[in-house]
């Protein structure tokens, strides 16, 4: 039986928790040889939670905001698949899940953010580029947060909106090599969202009346098969757009 | 402050600080155009860039902000408010991408892409947070100009449309945030080539390979359905100073092009 991604090599970032995992077990489970990336350990579990389902999956070892790291994460890739057709950037600093407002935001926690979303993005970019071949697929992970922006997370807001900025310029300049480059701003149930629970309780309820589908996104059944709709041939004809996989929440476009 | 409480405006008597985060703000670029266009309107307008101190060659008068800290640029404002009037309206511009020039993001070294993209994002909360401090208690206005190019992409865009979309996200928090404050928080899209020092044919000549070209607006677009671009002092002037009067007390968190209707995005 062949998936839709059969064959392909697809490097993600962030992958050893939430979407990033999801991501990375929906793609193998699509045909897909992964590339779990990740600063911790908890990557290498991802990896194996791939090999237990039958999948094809490495792991190494990547701090996104080491221009090195990524450039060895895709050496190791083709070095081990012989190709990259995919790069999937959902890494986010460790911070994304602290509330705090604008007037607050410090300059270490702006750095981190700046550092791992958006400069892990132009390194990922940078190195990926020169080896992705036509039909290849360039997909960053924004937010709603940033379509809307949030008074709670107004870093990662800022940095996720960044994002799309980057994605609908490579989009333009990367489709005459056959490349689509898109955003996917996921609503889903993550320790960010947990968080603001805690912190607001009455959000919870209040998304659920939001949200015409009644509730908030699972990484894997909800948000991971659009991904591989992505980056599968299928989607060929899609590039420079935020695909917003919310149940409805955001209907402004 | 209660929330839901909202502050009046100053009606006269006030200034406007431009203040340019990407770029020099040198005579002659964007942010003295729109400065021009303010002061010609009857507003009182000061300057604010990182590389100059005192009036300029066209009279504007420009005060030195590093935008090193919102702490920084609260105490710009307050100089401001000292050589002039209490300010109601700060306007963010940013005047081009000549440092890095318009290229393929994969071709960006570290140092281009640290000045392209994270310095002015740094100066960029720097200038959020210093407005605030300036502006919270009395009401007031801040207007974002960036790019049309950074809300539907060009090729060699890349670093000022990411500088550009951060920084309309952060309007919208901003907006979010602030509005029982009083405190308005919009961003208007005008053309890039409008607000940046258009590449040298050179920097067109070398920047090109393998992609789809480079450039700051997107190549085969139609005209203009007003059929002229926007000039910066006598069009998106007057929309910068209305946006800083009493009729748009309600807007918040809004994008507004001022393109002369090229893209109209939804």
Redesign the interface.
Known sequence: MTGPLDGRVVLVTGSGAGIGRALCLACADAGAHVVATGPGDNGQETAALVAARGGSAIFVRTDVVV?AQVEHAVATALDSFGRLDAVVHNATSRLSSRLE???D?D?DT??DH?AVS??GA?HC??SA??HLPAGGRFLLMTSP???????A??AY?????????????????????GITVNCLSPLAQTSALDNAYRENPALEPRLRRVVPLGRVGHPEDDIAPAVVYLLSDGARYIT?QTIVVDGGRFT?? | MARGRRVPRPALASAIAVIVVLGDGVPGDASHALARGLRQLGEEVVLGARVTDGPEADDIVAIRCAMS??HEVAEFLARVEAAAHPVHAVVLVSTGVTAPAPG???A?D?DQ?EEG??AP??RT?AC??GS??RLRGRGGCLVVLVPT??????????PW?????????????????WGHEGITVNCLAVPASLLAAAPSAEDTATSGG???G?GLD?PGLPPPSLERSPTMDTEVAPVVASLAARAWAGVT?ATIAVDGGIWMT?
């Open positions: 221009a407002a604008i007037d935001i300059d702006w750095a700046l958006l400069r132009y970019a940078r580029r020169p947060a940033a379509l809307e922006g949030s008074v997370l107004p807001s800022a940095v996720k909106g960044a994002l799309r900025g980057m994605a609908k310029c490579l989009a333009v300049e990367w489709g005459p090599l420079g402004g476009l | 800290s919102g393929e993001l994969a960006l570290a892409w993209v994270e994002l740094q909360l959020f947070q605030y401090r190019m950074a809300l539907v992409g060009a090729a060699g865009g890349a449309a990411a500088v550009a979309e951060a920084q309309r996200a952060m309007a919208k928090s901003a907006g979010r945030s393998s992609g789809g480079t997107r968190g939804p």
